[in-house]
Protein backbone atom coordinates (compact mmCIF):
# COMPACT_ATOMS: atom_id res chain seq x y z
CA UNK A 1 0.00 0.00 0.00
CA UNK A 2 1.75 3.28 -1.23
CA UNK A 3 1.84 5.17 2.76
CA UNK A 4 1.34 8.93 0.35
CA UNK A 5 -1.73 7.90 -1.14
CA UNK A 6 -3.78 7.45 2.41
CA UNK A 7 -5.36 10.90 2.93
CA UNK A 8 -4.22 11.42 6.37
CA UNK A 9 -7.94 13.07 7.40
CA UNK A 10 -9.57 9.89 7.17
CA UNK A 11 -7.73 8.88 10.81
CA UNK A 12 -9.34 12.25 12.56
CA UNK A 13 -10.47 12.51 14.75
CA UNK A 14 -7.86 10.55 16.44
CA UNK A 15 -8.37 8.72 19.86
CA UNK A 16 -6.38 10.38 22.78
CA UNK A 17 -4.43 7.86 23.28
CA UNK A 18 -3.30 7.94 19.82
CA UNK A 19 -2.95 11.37 19.72
CA UNK A 20 -0.27 11.13 23.13
CA UNK A 21 1.40 8.68 21.46
CA UNK A 22 2.34 10.03 18.31
CA UNK A 23 2.86 13.51 19.62
CA UNK A 24 5.90 11.75 22.45
CA UNK A 25 7.10 10.06 19.29
CA UNK A 26 7.14 13.40 17.86
CA UNK A 27 10.91 14.52 18.96
CA UNK A 28 12.40 11.11 18.74
CA UNK A 29 12.22 7.25 18.40
CA UNK A 30 10.59 5.86 22.33
CA UNK A 31 10.13 2.48 24.21
CA UNK A 32 6.49 1.80 25.57
CA UNK A 33 7.77 2.87 29.25
CA UNK A 34 9.85 6.12 27.72
CA UNK A 35 6.03 7.18 25.69
CA UNK A 36 4.45 6.12 28.99
CA UNK A 37 6.19 8.54 30.82
CA UNK A 38 6.49 11.60 28.17
CA UNK A 39 2.71 11.35 28.31
CA UNK A 40 2.55 11.74 32.39
CA UNK A 41 5.48 14.39 32.27
CA UNK A 42 3.79 16.48 29.25
CA UNK A 43 0.01 16.32 30.71
CA UNK A 44 1.50 16.96 34.74
CA UNK A 45 -0.07 13.27 35.34
CA UNK A 46 -3.59 14.27 33.94
CA UNK A 47 -3.02 11.11 31.49
CA UNK A 48 -2.00 8.00 32.76
CA UNK A 49 -1.96 5.29 29.90
CA UNK A 50 -1.91 1.63 31.42
CA UNK A 51 0.59 -0.72 29.84
CA UNK A 52 -3.24 -2.65 27.92
CA UNK A 53 -3.86 0.95 26.62
CA UNK A 54 -0.40 1.52 25.27
CA UNK A 55 0.21 -1.80 23.50
CA UNK A 56 -3.61 -1.81 22.22
CA UNK A 57 -3.02 1.68 20.47
CA UNK A 58 0.73 0.83 19.37
CA UNK A 59 -0.87 -2.55 17.46
CA UNK A 60 -3.26 -0.30 15.91
CA UNK A 61 -1.23 2.20 14.67
CA UNK A 62 1.33 -0.02 13.62
CA UNK A 63 -1.41 -1.97 11.35
CA UNK A 64 -2.56 1.27 10.65
CA UNK A 65 0.81 2.51 9.15
CA UNK A 66 1.03 4.94 11.75
CA UNK A 67 4.14 4.54 13.83
CA UNK A 68 6.79 1.66 12.84
CA UNK A 69 9.74 -0.12 14.87
CA UNK A 70 12.97 0.92 14.87
CA UNK A 71 14.98 -1.78 13.30
CA UNK A 72 18.21 0.02 15.38
CA UNK A 73 18.87 -2.25 18.21
CA UNK A 74 20.24 -0.57 20.97
CA UNK A 75 23.85 -0.92 22.39
CA UNK A 76 23.16 -3.89 24.66
CA UNK A 77 25.69 -1.34 26.89
CA UNK A 78 23.84 1.16 27.16
CA UNK A 79 19.74 0.09 27.13
CA UNK A 80 18.04 -3.19 27.39
CA UNK A 81 18.09 -4.63 24.18
CA UNK A 82 14.94 -6.32 24.47
CA UNK A 83 13.04 -3.62 24.60
CA UNK A 84 11.22 -2.45 21.85
CA UNK A 85 11.71 1.38 20.01
CA UNK A 86 8.74 2.69 17.88
CA UNK A 87 8.98 5.88 15.87
CA UNK A 88 6.56 8.18 14.06
CA UNK A 89 6.07 7.58 9.79
CA UNK A 90 5.84 10.08 7.36
CA UNK A 91 1.69 8.68 7.73
CA UNK A 92 2.14 9.38 11.26
CA UNK A 93 3.28 13.29 11.18
CA UNK A 94 1.23 14.44 8.51
CA UNK A 95 -1.99 12.86 10.74
CA UNK A 96 -0.54 13.65 13.70
CA UNK A 97 -0.31 17.69 11.89
CA UNK A 98 -3.80 17.41 10.41
CA UNK A 99 -5.14 16.81 14.41
CA UNK A 100 -2.91 19.45 15.94
CA UNK A 101 -4.98 21.89 13.14
CA UNK A 102 -8.33 20.58 13.59
CA UNK A 103 -7.85 21.20 17.04
CA UNK A 104 -6.58 24.67 16.61
CA UNK A 105 -9.86 25.37 14.34
CA UNK A 106 -11.93 24.44 17.15
CA UNK A 107 -10.52 26.18 19.64
CA UNK A 108 -10.85 29.17 16.77
CA UNK A 109 -14.31 28.31 16.88
CA UNK A 110 -14.34 28.20 20.72
CA UNK A 111 -12.91 31.79 20.51
CA UNK A 112 -14.91 33.36 18.16
CA UNK A 113 -18.18 32.04 20.21
CA UNK A 114 -16.43 33.22 23.68
CA UNK A 115 -16.79 29.84 24.80
CA UNK A 116 -13.00 30.19 25.67
CA UNK A 117 -10.12 32.93 25.85
CA UNK A 118 -6.26 33.16 26.68
CA UNK A 119 -5.37 35.85 29.29
CA UNK A 120 -1.68 35.45 29.26
CA UNK A 121 -0.32 32.05 29.28
CA UNK A 122 -3.22 30.77 31.18
CA UNK A 123 -6.88 29.84 29.02
CA UNK A 124 -10.19 30.19 30.78
CA UNK A 125 -13.49 28.70 30.24
CA UNK A 126 -16.24 31.26 30.06
CA UNK B 1 22.10 15.29 24.25
CA UNK B 2 23.14 12.80 22.01
CA UNK B 3 21.65 9.73 21.20
CA UNK B 4 23.24 7.24 23.77
CA UNK B 5 22.79 9.76 26.35
CA UNK B 6 18.87 10.47 25.96
CA UNK B 7 18.61 6.58 26.02
CA UNK B 8 20.21 6.06 29.40
CA UNK B 9 17.88 9.37 30.20
CA UNK B 10 15.23 7.48 29.03
CA UNK B 11 16.18 3.83 30.98
CA UNK B 12 14.05 3.36 33.90
CA UNK B 13 17.23 2.25 36.51
CA UNK B 14 18.74 5.40 35.33
CA UNK B 15 18.19 7.24 38.79
CA UNK B 16 19.06 3.48 40.20
CA UNK B 17 22.47 2.70 38.49
CA UNK B 18 23.64 5.71 39.55
CA UNK B 19 23.05 5.79 43.32
CA UNK B 20 24.60 2.67 43.12
CA UNK B 21 27.65 4.02 41.24
CA UNK B 22 27.74 6.84 44.10
CA UNK B 23 27.67 4.10 46.66
CA UNK B 24 30.62 1.82 45.58
CA UNK B 25 33.91 1.76 47.85
CA UNK B 26 36.42 2.77 44.72
CA UNK B 27 33.49 5.24 43.62
CA UNK B 28 35.44 8.06 45.37
CA UNK B 29 39.04 6.56 44.78
CA UNK B 30 37.98 6.91 40.83
CA UNK B 31 36.97 10.39 41.30
CA UNK B 32 40.02 11.43 43.33
CA UNK B 33 42.14 9.56 39.65
CA UNK B 34 39.69 11.28 37.35
CA UNK B 35 40.13 14.77 38.82
CA UNK B 36 44.25 14.01 39.33
CA UNK B 37 44.07 13.13 35.52
CA UNK B 38 45.61 16.13 33.41
CA UNK B 39 42.91 15.80 30.37
CA UNK B 40 40.20 16.28 33.83
CA UNK B 41 40.13 20.17 33.74
CA UNK B 42 40.38 20.28 30.19
CA UNK B 43 37.64 17.68 29.51
CA UNK B 44 34.81 19.35 32.05
CA UNK B 45 35.78 22.94 30.60
CA UNK B 46 34.69 21.35 27.27
CA UNK B 47 31.28 19.51 28.86
CA UNK B 48 30.77 23.29 31.07
CA UNK B 49 31.02 25.16 27.52
CA UNK B 50 28.82 22.02 25.73
CA UNK B 51 25.30 23.91 24.45
CA UNK B 52 23.30 20.71 25.88
CA UNK B 53 25.01 21.06 29.01
CA UNK B 54 23.33 23.52 31.28
CA UNK B 55 19.74 21.86 29.28
CA UNK B 56 21.29 18.76 30.38
CA UNK B 57 21.57 19.30 34.18
CA UNK B 58 18.01 21.27 34.37
CA UNK B 59 16.68 18.59 33.10
CA UNK B 60 18.15 15.96 35.26
CA UNK B 61 17.10 18.65 38.79
CA UNK B 62 13.86 18.61 37.38
CA UNK B 63 13.68 14.64 37.10
CA UNK B 64 11.13 13.36 39.49
CA UNK B 65 13.98 10.87 40.59
CA UNK B 66 16.28 13.18 41.34
CA UNK B 67 14.86 14.01 44.80
CA UNK B 68 14.46 10.58 45.51
CA UNK B 69 17.75 8.92 44.47
CA UNK B 70 19.44 12.16 46.54
CA UNK B 71 17.40 10.99 49.57
CA UNK B 72 19.13 7.61 49.19
CA UNK B 73 17.27 3.93 50.05
CA UNK B 74 18.46 1.60 52.65
CA UNK B 75 18.98 -1.54 51.76
CA UNK B 76 16.44 -3.18 53.79
CA UNK B 77 13.85 -0.89 51.86
CA UNK B 78 15.27 -1.69 48.59
CA UNK B 79 14.95 -5.69 49.01
CA UNK B 80 11.58 -5.18 50.43
CA UNK B 81 10.79 -2.52 46.61
CA UNK B 82 11.79 -5.80 44.97
CA UNK B 83 9.78 -8.44 46.59
CA UNK B 84 6.68 -6.01 46.21
CA UNK B 85 7.84 -5.25 42.43
CA UNK B 86 8.14 -8.68 41.82
CA UNK B 87 5.23 -10.27 43.17
CA UNK B 88 3.04 -7.41 41.52
CA UNK B 89 4.81 -8.10 38.50
CA UNK B 90 4.16 -11.86 39.04
CA UNK B 91 0.72 -11.39 39.27
CA UNK B 92 0.25 -8.94 36.36
CA UNK B 93 1.94 -11.29 34.22
CA UNK B 94 -0.43 -13.96 35.25
CA UNK B 95 -3.44 -11.82 34.53
CA UNK B 96 -2.15 -11.39 30.92
CA UNK B 97 -3.78 -14.55 29.99
CA UNK B 98 -7.01 -12.76 29.96
CA UNK B 99 -6.17 -11.22 26.49
CA UNK B 100 -5.98 -12.78 23.30
CA UNK B 101 -3.84 -15.18 22.56
CA UNK B 102 -1.94 -13.94 19.66
CA UNK B 103 -2.42 -10.06 21.45
CA UNK B 104 -0.63 -11.60 24.49
CA UNK B 105 2.51 -13.19 22.87
CA UNK B 106 2.88 -10.40 20.24
CA UNK B 107 2.87 -7.87 23.16
CA UNK B 108 2.91 -9.91 26.67
CA UNK B 109 6.85 -9.62 27.43
CA UNK B 110 6.85 -5.79 26.67
CA UNK B 111 3.19 -5.21 28.59
CA UNK B 112 4.92 -6.94 31.34
CA UNK B 113 8.63 -4.82 31.28
CA UNK B 114 6.28 -1.60 31.51
CA UNK B 115 4.35 -2.86 34.12
CA UNK B 116 7.62 -3.64 35.96
CA UNK B 117 9.21 -0.20 35.35
CA UNK B 118 6.24 1.34 36.51
CA UNK B 119 5.94 -0.73 39.46
CA UNK B 120 9.29 0.33 40.20
CA UNK B 121 8.76 3.68 39.77
CA UNK B 122 5.59 4.33 41.96
CA UNK B 123 6.85 2.25 44.71
CA UNK B 124 9.92 4.25 44.70
CA UNK B 125 7.83 7.62 44.61
CA UNK B 126 5.26 6.92 47.23
CA UNK B 127 4.95 3.54 48.84
CA UNK B 128 2.84 1.19 49.10
CA UNK B 129 0.12 3.91 48.53
CA UNK B 130 2.08 4.30 44.48
CA UNK B 131 1.58 0.79 44.28
CA UNK B 132 -1.73 0.60 45.60
CA UNK B 133 -3.07 3.28 43.54
CA UNK B 134 -0.81 1.84 40.13
CA UNK B 135 -3.29 -1.49 40.82
CA UNK B 136 -6.21 0.32 41.10
CA UNK B 137 -5.21 2.18 37.67
CA UNK B 138 -4.01 -0.67 35.80
CA UNK B 139 -7.27 -3.41 36.97
CA UNK B 140 -9.51 -0.92 35.32
CA UNK B 141 -6.69 -0.33 32.30
CA UNK B 142 -6.82 -4.86 32.12
CA UNK B 143 -10.58 -5.24 32.23
CA UNK B 144 -11.55 -2.52 29.72
CA UNK B 145 -8.32 -3.34 26.96
CA UNK B 146 -9.09 -6.99 27.67
CA UNK B 147 -12.90 -6.94 26.51
CA UNK B 148 -12.00 -4.20 23.48
CA UNK B 149 -9.13 -6.41 21.98
CA UNK B 150 -11.37 -9.52 22.53
CA UNK B 151 -14.10 -7.97 20.43
CA UNK B 152 -11.84 -6.44 17.52
CA UNK B 153 -10.03 -9.78 17.60
CA UNK B 154 -13.25 -11.14 17.33
CA UNK B 155 -14.32 -8.39 14.43
CA UNK B 156 -11.15 -9.21 13.20
CA UNK B 157 -11.58 -12.83 12.54
CA UNK B 158 -15.07 -12.58 10.71
CA UNK B 159 -14.05 -9.79 8.48
CA UNK B 160 -10.79 -11.83 7.77
CA UNK B 161 -12.98 -15.07 7.39
CA UNK B 162 -15.76 -13.18 5.00
CA UNK B 163 -13.17 -11.60 2.35
CA UNK B 164 -10.83 -14.59 2.60
CA UNK B 165 -14.59 -16.80 1.43
CA UNK B 166 -15.78 -14.25 -0.59
CA UNK B 167 -12.31 -14.69 -2.86
CA UNK B 168 -13.07 -18.28 -3.16
CA UNK B 169 -16.79 -17.11 -4.04
CA UNK B 170 -15.33 -15.18 -6.66
CA UNK B 171 -13.14 -17.75 -8.20
CA UNK B 172 -15.66 -20.35 -8.10
CA UNK B 173 -17.90 -17.78 -9.54
CA UNK B 174 -15.71 -17.23 -12.52
CA UNK B 175 -15.00 -20.57 -13.26
CA UNK B 176 -19.26 -21.51 -13.37
CA UNK B 177 -19.90 -18.45 -15.54
CA UNK B 178 -17.41 -19.32 -18.13
CA UNK B 179 -17.96 -23.27 -17.82
CA UNK B 180 -21.88 -22.26 -18.34
CA UNK B 181 -21.38 -19.91 -21.22
CA UNK B 182 -18.37 -21.80 -22.77
CA UNK B 183 -21.01 -25.14 -22.38
CA UNK B 184 -24.25 -22.98 -23.36
CA UNK B 185 -22.68 -22.04 -26.92
CA UNK B 186 -22.66 -25.84 -28.08
CA UNK B 187 -26.34 -25.44 -27.56
CA UNK B 188 -28.66 -25.32 -31.32
CA UNK B 189 -31.26 -23.13 -30.20
CA UNK B 190 -33.41 -25.19 -31.89
CA UNK B 191 -36.92 -26.22 -29.98
CA UNK B 192 -36.26 -29.84 -29.37
CA UNK B 193 -37.76 -31.40 -26.43
CA UNK B 194 -37.01 -31.66 -22.84
CA UNK B 195 -34.33 -34.42 -22.53
CA UNK B 196 -32.11 -33.71 -26.19
CA UNK B 197 -28.59 -32.67 -26.18
CA UNK B 198 -29.80 -29.43 -26.20
CA UNK B 199 -31.19 -29.32 -22.69
CA UNK B 200 -28.04 -30.44 -21.56
CA UNK B 201 -26.00 -27.18 -22.76
CA UNK B 202 -29.56 -25.20 -22.14
CA UNK B 203 -29.67 -26.37 -18.29
CA UNK B 204 -25.83 -26.28 -17.83
CA UNK B 205 -25.94 -22.52 -18.68
CA UNK B 206 -29.20 -21.68 -17.03
CA UNK B 207 -27.19 -23.13 -13.44
CA UNK B 208 -23.62 -22.21 -14.22
CA UNK B 209 -24.83 -18.43 -14.48
CA UNK B 210 -26.63 -17.94 -12.04
CA UNK B 211 -24.61 -19.55 -9.44
CA UNK B 212 -21.82 -17.92 -10.82
CA UNK B 213 -23.89 -14.44 -10.55
CA UNK B 214 -25.09 -15.46 -6.96
CA UNK B 215 -21.17 -16.02 -6.12
CA UNK B 216 -20.14 -12.52 -7.96
CA UNK B 217 -22.21 -10.56 -5.67
CA UNK B 218 -20.57 -12.54 -2.52
CA UNK B 219 -17.33 -11.99 -4.16
CA UNK B 220 -17.86 -8.15 -4.80
CA UNK B 221 -19.25 -7.62 -1.78
CA UNK B 222 -16.13 -9.06 0.02
CA UNK B 223 -14.03 -7.15 -1.93
CA UNK B 224 -15.48 -3.75 -1.15
CA UNK B 225 -15.50 -5.27 2.96
CA UNK B 226 -11.98 -5.49 2.69
CA UNK B 227 -10.51 -3.12 0.55
CA UNK B 228 -12.30 0.09 1.05
CA UNK B 229 -9.40 1.96 3.64
CA UNK B 230 -6.93 1.18 0.69
CA UNK B 231 -8.97 2.15 -2.00
CA UNK B 232 -9.97 5.54 -1.34
CA UNK B 233 -13.18 7.26 -1.98
CA UNK B 234 -13.12 7.02 -5.97
CA UNK B 235 -12.41 3.27 -5.53
CA UNK B 236 -15.18 2.82 -3.02
CA UNK B 237 -17.52 4.68 -5.02
CA UNK B 238 -16.46 1.97 -7.88
CA UNK B 239 -16.86 -1.08 -5.78
CA UNK B 240 -20.29 -0.10 -4.67
CA UNK B 241 -21.39 0.41 -8.17
CA UNK B 242 -19.77 -3.02 -9.35
CA UNK B 243 -21.36 -5.01 -6.45
CA UNK B 244 -24.85 -3.00 -7.40
CA UNK B 245 -24.30 -3.74 -11.11
CA UNK B 246 -23.82 -7.66 -10.11
CA UNK B 247 -27.21 -7.34 -8.20
CA UNK B 248 -29.12 -5.85 -10.85
CA UNK B 249 -27.39 -8.76 -13.06
CA UNK B 250 -28.31 -11.34 -11.08
CA UNK B 251 -31.89 -10.13 -10.47
CA UNK B 252 -32.15 -9.32 -14.46
CA UNK B 253 -30.83 -12.88 -14.81
CA UNK B 254 -33.62 -14.91 -12.76
CA UNK B 255 -36.19 -12.74 -13.93
CA UNK B 256 -35.26 -13.14 -17.91
CA UNK B 257 -37.50 -16.04 -18.30
CA UNK B 258 -40.63 -14.20 -17.32
CA UNK B 259 -40.07 -10.67 -18.80
CA UNK B 260 -38.28 -9.06 -21.42
CA UNK B 261 -36.93 -6.73 -19.60
CA UNK B 262 -34.85 -8.97 -17.41
CA UNK B 263 -32.63 -9.51 -20.06
CA UNK B 264 -31.52 -5.53 -20.69
CA UNK B 265 -31.15 -5.67 -16.65
CA UNK B 266 -28.75 -8.88 -17.06
CA UNK B 267 -26.84 -7.20 -20.16
CA UNK B 268 -26.96 -3.67 -18.40
CA UNK B 269 -26.20 -4.75 -15.16
CA UNK B 270 -23.26 -6.75 -16.30
CA UNK B 271 -21.96 -4.32 -18.32
CA UNK B 272 -21.85 -1.99 -15.27
CA UNK B 273 -20.23 -4.21 -13.13
CA UNK B 274 -17.21 -5.18 -15.66
CA UNK B 275 -16.57 -1.77 -16.58
CA UNK B 276 -16.36 -0.44 -12.91
CA UNK B 277 -14.16 -3.19 -12.29
CA UNK B 278 -12.03 -1.84 -15.19
CA UNK B 279 -11.47 1.75 -13.38
CA UNK B 280 -11.06 0.26 -10.09
CA UNK B 281 -8.51 -1.39 -11.88
CA UNK B 282 -7.15 1.65 -13.03
CA UNK B 283 -7.50 2.90 -9.07
CA UNK B 284 -5.69 -0.63 -7.65
CA UNK B 285 -2.91 0.03 -9.65
CA UNK B 286 -2.65 3.68 -8.84
CA UNK B 287 -2.98 3.11 -5.08
CA UNK B 288 -1.37 -0.40 -5.25
CA UNK B 289 -4.56 -1.99 -3.25
CA UNK B 290 -3.67 -5.36 -3.89
CA UNK B 291 -0.27 -6.85 -2.85
CA UNK B 292 0.42 -7.87 -6.15
CA UNK B 293 -1.34 -8.40 -9.20
CA UNK B 294 -3.10 -4.76 -9.60
CA UNK B 295 -4.02 -4.98 -13.06
CA UNK B 296 -6.40 -8.30 -12.54
CA UNK B 297 -9.46 -6.01 -12.15
CA UNK B 298 -9.08 -4.58 -15.54
CA UNK B 299 -8.50 -7.48 -17.04
CA UNK B 300 -11.83 -8.83 -15.57
CA UNK B 301 -13.44 -5.23 -16.88
CA UNK B 302 -12.20 -5.00 -20.32
CA UNK B 303 -13.46 -8.27 -21.74
CA UNK B 304 -17.00 -8.07 -22.13
CA UNK B 305 -17.09 -4.15 -22.98
CA UNK B 306 -14.34 -4.42 -25.60
CA UNK B 307 -16.47 -7.68 -26.68
CA UNK B 308 -19.96 -4.86 -27.33
CA UNK B 309 -17.63 -2.48 -28.75
CA UNK B 310 -16.73 -5.28 -31.05
CA UNK B 311 -20.10 -5.95 -31.96
CA UNK B 312 -21.30 -2.29 -32.48
CA UNK B 313 -18.68 -1.61 -34.63
CA UNK B 314 -19.87 -5.08 -36.40
CA UNK B 315 -16.52 -6.71 -37.12
CA UNK B 316 -18.81 -9.29 -38.45
CA UNK B 317 -20.34 -8.10 -41.41
CA UNK B 318 -22.68 -10.85 -42.03
CA UNK B 319 -24.48 -10.92 -38.70
CA UNK B 320 -23.43 -7.54 -37.13
CA UNK B 321 -22.19 -9.68 -34.05
CA UNK B 322 -18.72 -10.31 -32.91
CA UNK B 323 -17.20 -13.59 -33.85
CA UNK B 324 -16.98 -16.29 -31.43
CA UNK B 325 -13.48 -16.11 -31.19
CA UNK B 326 -14.19 -12.62 -29.78
CA UNK B 327 -16.71 -13.75 -27.44
CA UNK B 328 -14.32 -16.77 -26.05
CA UNK B 329 -11.73 -14.43 -25.40
CA UNK B 330 -13.75 -11.72 -23.84
CA UNK B 331 -15.06 -14.57 -21.34
CA UNK B 332 -11.56 -15.81 -20.65
CA UNK B 333 -10.35 -12.33 -19.95
CA UNK B 334 -13.29 -11.65 -17.56
CA UNK B 335 -13.04 -15.48 -15.48
CA UNK B 336 -9.12 -15.06 -15.51
CA UNK B 337 -9.14 -11.42 -13.90
CA UNK B 338 -12.08 -12.27 -11.62
CA UNK B 339 -9.93 -15.63 -10.70
CA UNK B 340 -6.67 -13.63 -9.88
CA UNK B 341 -9.06 -10.94 -8.03
CA UNK B 342 -10.60 -13.80 -5.82
CA UNK B 343 -6.94 -15.44 -5.47
CA UNK B 344 -5.40 -11.87 -4.04
CA UNK B 345 -8.54 -12.13 -1.56
CA UNK B 346 -8.42 -14.99 -0.15
CA UNK B 347 -4.19 -15.00 -0.10
CA UNK B 348 -4.03 -11.33 1.86
CA UNK B 349 -7.34 -11.55 3.61
CA UNK B 350 -5.19 -11.82 7.14
CA UNK B 351 -3.52 -8.30 6.14
CA UNK B 352 -6.42 -6.73 4.41
CA UNK B 353 -8.60 -7.09 7.51
CA UNK B 354 -6.16 -5.74 10.23
CA UNK B 355 -6.00 -2.19 7.78
CA UNK B 356 -9.69 -2.18 7.30
CA UNK B 357 -9.81 -2.00 11.00
Known sequence: ?126 | MSEASRRIAQHPDASEASRRIAQHPDASEASRRIAQHPDASEASRRIAQHPDASEASRRIAQHPDASEASRGITEGAMRESAATVDLSVRVYTWLLAAYPGSFRAEYGNYMAQVFRDVCRRDYHRRGLRGMAWLWARTSLDLLRTTVEEHIERGIDMSREKFVRWSGWALMAGAVLFAAGLIIGSFDSYDMDPIGGVDAFYEISQVVGLALGHILFVIGLLGLRTGYTARSGSLGTGLLLLAVIGSVVSLGGLLLMSSMEAGWMAWMGGFLTMTLTLAVFGIVAVRRRVFSRWNFAPILAGVGLPLLFGVGIAGVDSVSGQAPEWASFVAVALTSIGLILVGYRMQADAGATAKVAA
Open chain 1, 1 to 126: MAEASIRPESFLPLTPAVFHILLALADGEKHGYAIMQEIEDVTDGRVQMGPGTLYGSIKRMLAAGLIEESDDRPDPALDDERRRYYRQTGLGRRVLRQEAERMADLMALARRKHVWAVIGSRSILT
